[in-house]
């Protein structure tokens, strides 16, 4: 049975780059958008045109280069915005406009002085007006997450008959529970009137770490588009990770669920985008941490040299790892030491191993990590010459 497509919008260029200090120049952007297509992510958002002329600069530019997916634009719901977005998108080939408003009492109370009748109103408006230049235009409602689900389902029906073509249902301060999200999802595609002429797209920030979950959980539930990011960066805690999502996806066949993404990319893509960013990758980040595929305790490490698939749920060379490494240290077993001084040229007898390993465990004793390089010294220590072994 064929799987049904998620779509991947990819907002490393967008909500990743509100990181502070993590700015990019136009040079950097168009880099990383031209690795986002190769990569295989359906939509690019590229910008928010209106907020800086080197941003309406930089959607403009990456619209003329991205040649496979769609590139889209940000803007809140306001005409001026809507009218340079259109103008910075005018060379891409499959464009699309971004528009929205906050739907949660506090957004309507504390930002706009408003009352829901009137965001209503404000949301059709925006919609009809981005109409009027392109035909992809997605709705964002923003903080969705605390919208009570029975005004969100009315905004949705009202700007999917204004013609949104996707509805972005962000939880905006990462506060939902995956359950929740997932029922909110559940609810709309129950609920929404016309729902089967738009695409349901979650947009998850990271703050109580439950981006990825929450993400999940809406594809469980009907939404077919995630908006994510290389590393998860992105405002506060993060957004939704690219590389988690589109493992999961993968790695769980009973999900049904799959995406056009060439998942041996990710890990150059993830190196690519933190050193442009300056932001670097914490080693225990999953799929594409430095740690993600290294195994450093004695009784893993005997596991996964026997066979890789008792500690590692994904192939590493199915993410464009080379392949698992095995650390050495205080902790590390037999198998491991005699697995790398294989490695560097001494294969070891039984005998051999023995002494070798307890002049190892000193060793390891007075060092955090173990290298290469200092194997040969410990086989030095244990008499072991490195010319008996060729
Ligand atoms: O988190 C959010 O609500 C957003 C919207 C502007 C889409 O980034
Ligand atoms: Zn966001």
Same mark, same amino acid.
């Given at each position: 049975m064929s799987k049904d497509k998620v779509q991947i919008f990819d907002t490393t260029l967008r909500d990743g780059e509100q /990181? #502070?200090?993590?700015k990019l120049d136009a040079e950097q952007k168009l880099v990383i958008a031209e690795r986002l297509d190769e990569l295989g992510v359906?939509? !690019? =958002? @590229?910008?928010? #045109?209106?907020?800086?002329p080197g941003d309406f600069k930089s959607v403009a530019e990456i619209s003329d280069l991205v040649k496979n997916a769609s590139v889209c634009g940000l803007t809140r719901a306001v005409k001026k915005d809507i009218e340079v977005a259109a103008e910075a998108l005018k060379t891409a080939k499959k464009p699309r406009i971004h528009t929205g408003i906050g739907t949660s009492d506090s957004h309507i109370k504390y930002?706009?002085?408003?009352t829901r009748e009137e965001i209503i109103e404000r949301a059709i408006s925006a919609v009809s007006y981005a109409k009027t230049f392109v035909e992809d235009v997605e709705f964002y409602a923003e903080d969705a997450g605390r919208t009570d689900n029975e005004f969100l389902a009315r905004v949705c029906e009202a700007v999917v008959k204004a013609g949104a073509t996707v509805l972005n249902i962000p939880d905006t301060t990462g506060y939902c529970l995956p359950e929740e999200y997932g029922a909110k999802i559940k609810y709309l595609k129950e609920n929404v009137?016309? !729902?089967?002429?738009a695409t349901l797209s979650c947009h998850c920030h990271n703050d109580l770490g439950l981006a990825t979950a929450n993400s999940i959980a809406g594809v469980i539930n009907g939404a077919r588009q995630i908006e994510c990011t290389i590393n998860g960066i992105? =405002?506060?805690?993060?957004?939704?990770s690219l590389e988690e999502v589109v493992m999961i996806m993968r790695q769980h066949p009973s999900l049904n669920l799959d995406t056009?993404?060439?998942?041996?990319?990710l890990y150059d893509t993830s190196r690519m985008v933190s050193e442009k960013m300056g932001m670097i990758v914490q080693p225990?980040? @999953? !799929? /594409?941490?430095?740690?993600?595929?290294a195994h450093s305790s004695g009784i893993h490490q005997d596991g996964v040299i026997k066979n890789r698939e008792t500690y590692e749920i994904i192939d590493p060379a199915d993410v464009g790892v080379n392949e698992s490494s095995i650390v050495l240290t205080a902790r590390s077993g037999r198998a491991a030491l005699a697995y790398r001084a294989k490695i560097v040229g001494y294969e070891l007898t039984k005998v051999q191993l023995d002494h070798a390993y307890q002049e190892f465990l000193k060793f390891a004793d007075l060092h955090k990590e173990i290298t290469d390089e200092d194997i040969p010294k410990i086989m030095e220590a244990a008499n072991l010459d490195l010319a008996s072994f060729s």
């Open positions: /990181v #502070p200090g993590c359906d939509i !690019i =958002e @590229a910008g928010f #045109p209106i907020s800086s930002k706009f002085n408003s009137k016309g !729902i089967h002429k992105g =405002e506060r805690a993060g957004n939704t056009n993404i060439n998942s041996k990319l225990n980040k @999953a !799929i /594409v941490g430095a740690n993600a595929f």
